[in-house]
């Protein structure tokens, strides 16, 4: 335990950036391999188009991460926040420690953001996209990336995170929504195992139909239970969805860079009422 906290106290830029454009690459290959949708798209166009907000992402944090390294730093000296308060060890901290920073800076903010409709504003562009894979889980509006840092940075004062602990939460958290972002076509014994604890792909993909009140379920990050706790988890048949978001389902305007960043700057626009014969459960 010692030698992973010393790890991910001073874990290197390369192996950070390592984490995030390598498991890109790997769910990439594998989901390319044995994919569930099959679908006739420009790979090249979509892929740019999510690596351009990924690299945003990347930006927002790489800015903004002395705030990060501050609040863990005046959380430790100061004796703040739960896992201080509670005198956890290393291993309860890692473990407890990681949940709470999952629900705290991912879980609850992700929640937020489909209820507060400017915040949707920022968040519906991750919603867009009608060919969801591996490249989607960081494709995220730019004032999106500093809504979800100040939550993250909220969790460390919540949490009492330790720099480690932050690293440890990043990394987890890339190669999660990496992983259940993915096209993957996984055996259905080995997803139903896998989301007993985490988020998986037949579990994300439902929160990505195009239309409520699929889109306001399963918000999880890394670990699938808030979603049991909090009575938004639902399985449907994957194979039955539809991509997107209802009123963003013209294509081009799905796809192009500049349209997407103006979203949040344009007028609101209200989802559309279903009846219950639009059901696909």
């Known amino acids: 335990m010692d030698q992973i906290e010393a790890y991910f106290?001073?874990?290197?830029?390369?192996?950070?950036?390592?984490?995030?454009?390598?498991?890109?690459?790997?769910?990439f290959i594998i989901e390319n391999t044995i994919p569930l949708f099959k679908n006739f798209y420009n790979k090249t166009t979509h892929t740019a188009t999510n690596v351009f907000f990924t690299l945003t992402t990347v930006a927002v944090n790489f800015v903004m991460a002395f705030i990060l390294v501050a609040a863990a730093l005046w959380v430790e000296k100061y004796n703040f926040g739960i896992l201080n308060w509670i005198g956890a060890d290393p291993l309860i901290a890692s473990t407890f420690g990681l949940m709470m920073m999952d629900f705290s800076g991912a879980w609850l903010p992700h929640y937020i953001?489909?209820?507060?409709?400017?915040?949707?504003?920022?968040?519906?562009?991750h919603h867009t996209d009608q060919n969801v894979d591996t490249t989607t889980a960081n494709r995220h509006h730019p004032g999106e990336s500093v809504i979800r840092f100040l939550f993250t940075t909220a969790a460390v004062f919540v949490v009492g995170a330790p720099m480690w602990l932050i690293f440890l939460?990043?990394?987890?958290?890339?190669?999660?929504?990496?992983?259940?972002?993915?096209?993957?076509?996984?055996?259905?014994?080995?997803?139903?195992?896998l989301r007993i604890v985490f988020?998986?792909?037949?579990?994300?993909?439902?929160?990505?139909?195009?239309?409520?009140?699929?889109?306001?379920?399963?918000?999880?990050?890394?670990?699938s239970f808030w979603d049991r706790i909090f009575g938004t988890f639902v399985i449907i048949d994957n194979t039955k969805l539809v991509y997107g978001v209802d009123t963003y389902m013209d294509k081009k305007e799905a796809s192009n860079i500049i349209s997407?960043?103006?979203?949040?700057?344009?007028?609101?626009r209200d989802p559309i009422v279903y009846d219950n014969e639009d059901s696909i459960e």
């Open 169 to 193: 939460y990043q990394t987890a958290s890339v190669v999660l929504t990496q992983f259940n972002h993915s096209n993957l076509n996984m055996p259905s014994f080995l997803d139903k195992l």
């Open 113 to 125: 953001e489909h209820k507060i409709k400017w915040m949707w504003q920022f968040h519906v562009i």
């Open 9 to 27: 106290a001073d874990m290197p830029t390369v192996h950070r950036a390592a984490v995030l454009f390598g498991g890109l690459a790997i769910f």
């Open 260 to 268: 997407l960043l103006k979203i949040p700057f344009i007028g609101y």
């Open 199 to 223: 988020c998986t792909p037949n579990m994300h993909r439902i929160h990505h139909h195009y239309r409520q009140p699929y889109s306001d379920t399963n918000f999880g990050n890394i670990f």
